[in-house]
């Protein structure tokens, strides 16, 4: 009984984890066509929102594989069955065309669960020389950059309040004056004489003109 | 004579259909001169002729009217264009008449002015033949400045002028004139959305705005 209610939470939870990837790989093949099409004619707004949507679509993934009610993925064993140089048209219709075979050369790198040996011993290298400083000299470390990055983040600050009480300043500047504008537009005298009745002639276009709209 | 009749007869029915567009949505404000060119440079990102060259124009503008006959008087408004393009003759430039109407401001909910304007291009004799007609000049000034289009929209930013004397024009004040309108068919009361959606775009550099003319 537990064995089947945990079958059940697995396909749920691979459910969703392959919703949101299929969404994911459909923003990034649109964020990828709009920088190949339109590249000339892009704007910075119209690229960040392409980001803002890959990057809230990755947090919805960690989400999900997060989530208390998905089953531990890393207690479970994908194994290859059968192994084959042939042409498998269903795996080509399956992955878009993107894995023609389920190939010997192909399969290590779709089933790895380790990073690449390259990357591996590069992390290793960085692990090693951390772990050679003591645990001192690494905590005197780490606050000599923490101040360091205080002060960075103190200046910038300094310099946006800066920035934006002179801009608003800029705005507050005037740029237009009331005075000037009746000035000109009553020397411009598209000022009907407002004391007197229409004349006649006018009166006459407006006799063609029909009804007003505002009566 | 025949020709004559069945004119003003299409004119009428044009009229009675509502196709002619004499309506116009306008909103006004101005520009001080030293803001202008950030005007300028705003309106050429927002308005349609951002590849060509912009629209520059030079009018000598001269206001008639003719009465009171009977406690009313009509005006109208002879433009003549004075920046003379290449190839051309000062007595070829072109020469329109307009009748401007009552503005209507309407209420709150109405975005813009709404006024009609006729304009007709004239040949360069029109003053004398308004004269002959009893019309008297009131007054006139020049207007220099840029036209932009955006859609059926058009943007005016220009400079009025004043003469004292006879060929000796002063600017009017240190400001621009800045003017959004739309000429229009009756009823197509829709574009003084979009004319308002455009002003929007141009604040807080300029104010456009309705303006009352009782109290100017």
Not at chain 1, 107 to 115: G, I
Not at chain 1, 198 to 210: F, R, Y
Not at chain 2, 1 to 20: D, T
Not at chain 2, 98 to 108: A, F, M, N, S, V
């Amino acid at each position: 009984m537990s064995m089947q209610r945990e079958e059940k939470a697995l396909d749920a939870a691979l459910d969703a984890f392959s919703q949101r990837l299929n969404d994911l790989k459909q923003s990034i093949g649109q964020t990828l066509q709009k920088l190949e099409a339109g590249h000339e004619h892009m704007s910075w707004p119209s690229l960040l929102d392409s980001f803002a949507l890959l990057s809230g679509q990755l947090n919805n993934l960690l989400r999900v594989l997060k989530n208390e009610k998905t089953p531990l993925l890393r207690n479970r064993v994908t194994l290859p069955l059968l192994l084959s140089p042939e042409r498998d048209e269903q795996l080509v219709r399956l992955t878009e065309g993107r894995v023609p075979a389920f190939a010997h050369d192909l399969v290590p790198h779709y089933l790895r669960t380790k990073h690449d040996p390259m990357v591996e011993e590069r992390l290793q290298m960085v692990e090693s020389k951390a772990a050679s400083i003591s645990a001192d000299a690494a905590q005197k470390q780490v606050t000599a950059m923490n101040k360091v990055v205080n002060n960075l983040l103190d200046t910038i600050q300094q310099s946006r309040e800066d920035w934006e009480s002179e801009s608003a300043r800029a705005q507050l500047s005037q740029t237009s004056s009331v005075a000037d504008t009746q000035q000109l537009i009553a020397a411009i005298g598209t000022v009907p004489q407002v004391n007197k009745a229409p004349s006649s002639i006018k009166t006459n276009i407006k006799a063609n003109i029909q009804t007003h709209p505002y009566k | 004579m025949c020709a004559a009749i069945s004119a003003q007869e299409k004119l009428q029915a044009a009229m009675q259909h509502k196709i002619v567009p004499n309506q116009e949505y306008l909103l006004q404000g101005s520009v001080l001169d030293s803001s202008k060119d950030v005007l300028i440079h705003r309106l050429r990102g927002l308005a349609d002729n951002v590849d060509e060259q912009v629209e520059t124009f030079q009018d000598r503008e001269r206001v008639l009217t003719l009465g009171p006959v009977s406690g009313q008087t009509l005006t109208l408004y002879v433009r003549q264009a004075m920046d003379v393009r290449p190839g051309m003759d000062q007595s070829d430039t072109p020469w329109t008449m307009r009748y401007i109407g009552q503005p209507e401001l309407g209420d709150k909910s109405r975005p813009t002015v709404l006024r009609n304007s006729i304009d007709v291009g004239c040949t360069p004799n029109v003053l004398e033949f308004l004269s002959e007609m009893g019309f008297k000049q009131d007054y006139e000034f020049m207007c220099k400045g840029l036209m932009f289009r955006k859609g059926r929209m058009k943007i005016l930013v220009y400079k009025v002028y004043k003469n004292k004397t006879a060929d000796n024009w002063e600017p009017l004040s240190m400001s621009h004139v800045v003017e959004l309108s739309v000429l229009a068919p009756q009823g197509h009361d829709a574009v003084a959305e979009d004319v308002r959606n455009f002003a929007e775009q141009l604040k807080p550099l300029v104010q456009l705005e309705k303006t009352d003319y009782r109290r100017l």
